[in-house]
T-cell receptor, first 118, second 110 residues
Framework: GAGVSQSPRYKVAKRGQDVALRCDPISGHVSLFWYQQALGQGPEFLTYFQNEAQLDKSGLPSDRFFAERPEGSVSTLKIQRTQQEDSAVYLC????????????????FGPGTRLTVL | LAKTTQPISMDSYEGQEVNITCSHNNIATNDYITWYQQFPSQGPRFIIQGYKTKVTNEVASLFIPADRKSSTLSLPRVSLSDTAVYYCLGLTDSWGKLQFGAGTQVVVTP
């Protein structure tokens, strides 16, 4: 079956531009996560959705970052007025079950979107 | 949340067994230990997860001693395609978000 897909795979933006990154999770997966991965580093959590509800956005680095999942499936991560420090790979992951304490459900990652801000 | 420490890199030859040890001295009672693998230009991929003793699947084995302050991922008879970054994660938090460190870069050569 299809895995998590993300588009575009690569995005080049000029500083100050707005960008929108799309994630298509595995069908039926309740939980959706966004992560940011800087070069040479491990992914860092940005935000979490349970169906359409954004339950944790503690990892979003600034108010220029906004994420939504209006129908509980596809999610979009939007970055306004991009800055050079936003250059990174943005990863989306989904899991079948509700997340929560002691949840051990596997997260399935997409290939990521590599954002380069010039 | 269990903070984990693992070696930055490891080199191996094809056919050898690779063992990556991860330290998690502050592991909590509820923490599971989970390992992910990441190839270049791909997202991380789940390998194995355990709570205590030994877990084995078709990809790897995970050894967790009784005190649970460390764990060892064992990759039997590695091939060139096992060259990747391997992350050890403590799995706990309000929403199950994964806390990655820098990982261990494993390079397998012929």
């Amino acid at each position: 079956g299809a895995g998590v897909s993300q588009s575009p795979r690569y995005k080049v933006a000029k500083r100050g531009q707005d960008v929108a990154l799309r994630c298509d999770p595995i069908s039926g997966h309740v939980s959706l996560f966004w992560y940011q991965q800087a070069l040479g580093q491990g992914p860092e959590f940005l935000t979490y959705f349970q169906n359409e509800a954004q339950l944790d956005k503690s990892g979003l680095p600034s108010d220029r970052f906004f994420a939504e999942r209006p129908e509980g499936s596809v999610s979009t991560l939007k970055i306004q007025r991009t800055q050079q420090e936003d250059s990174a790979v943005y990863l989306c992951a989904s899991s079948l079950e509700l997340a929560g304490p002691l949840n051990t459900d596997t997260q399935y990652f997409g290939p990521g979107t590599r954002l380069t801000v010039l | 949340l269990a903070k984990t420490t693992q070696p930055i890199s490891m080199d191996s030859y094809e056919g050898q067994e690779v063992n990556i040890t991860c330290s998690h001295n502050n592991i909590a009672t509820n923490d599971y230990i989970t390992w992910y693998q990441q190839f270049p230009s791909q997202g991380p991929r789940f390998i194995i997860q355990g709570y205590k003793t030994k877990v084995t699947n078709e990809v790897a084995s995970l050894f967790i001693p009784a005190d649970r302050k460390s764990s060892t991922l064992s990759l039997p008879r590695v091939s060139l395609s096992d060259t990747a970054v391997y992350y050890c994660l403590g799995l706990t938090d309000s929403w199950g978000k994964l806390q990655f460190g820098a990982g261990t870069q494993v390079v397998v050569t012929p």
